[in-house]
């Protein structure tokens, strides 16, 4: 089993109970990561969203983990995931869900009530080194109303949380990715 790298993630991840995986949260700062396999990034979202960046008090240095986790996206391979309209795509140069970059290098939007969230919750995946033809669409489990009330009662850690089902799928395709240093896959 090949091992991944979960960038940013919370403390008490849902990661840690996923065989194989090497968490990177604020006491294992991912600015110690030191690379060799393929990584599924989490950046600190608040300061890159296109919807309240304008009253998110990050803390220092917190943005900068945003275009850290994207050159190791594009050093190691994997995904990269952020809430759909992430203006941290714009800021790297990375491809909005159905555009096109050069490489290996590509995006999809999904709703993270498609792997049992409780809210529909868009986000934009990026994935590098992996290609679309590898890429297995879940079933949607369920398809929630009422978003704006959940979200009101969410503290903020589980707003950001990721579940269960959606870690283990963004593990097991990030473990696709080619290995480092190899040329990726043709398509």
């Known amino acids: 089993m090949r091992t991944v790298a979960a960038l940013c993630v919370a403390p008490r991840t849902v990661y840690r109970d996923i065989p194989g995986v090497e968490c ?24 890159w969203s296109a919807y309240c960046a304008h009253q998110a008090k990050p803390e220092p240095g917190e943005k900068d983990l945003g275009p850290l986790c994207v050159e190791w996206l594009r050093k190691c391979g994997g995904i990269l995931e952020h809430p759909a309209h992430s203006r941290l795509f714009d800021y790297c140069k990375l491809p ?9 290098l590509w ?15 868009a986000t934009w995946l990026c994935f590098f080194w992996i290609s679309p033809l590898e890429v297995f669409y879940p079933f949607q489990l369920h398809e929630p109303g009422g978003d704006r009330r959940r979200w009101q009662v969410m503290s903020h850690r589980q707003r950001s949380a990721t579940c269960p089902e959606m870690a283990q799928w963004l593990v097991d395709h990030a473990r696709k990715a080619n290995a480092l240093g190899s040329s990726p896959a043709k398509e």
């Open 24 to 47: 990177y949260d604020q006491a294992r700062d991912v600015r110690t990561f030191a690379g060799g396999m393929p990584v599924v990034a989490h950046p600190p979202c608040r300061a």
């Open 96 to 104: 909005k869900p159905g555009w096109t970059a050069p490489g290996h």
């Open 107 to 121: 995006s999809m939007e999904v709703s993270q009530a498609w792997w049992g969230d409780t809210r529909s919750k």
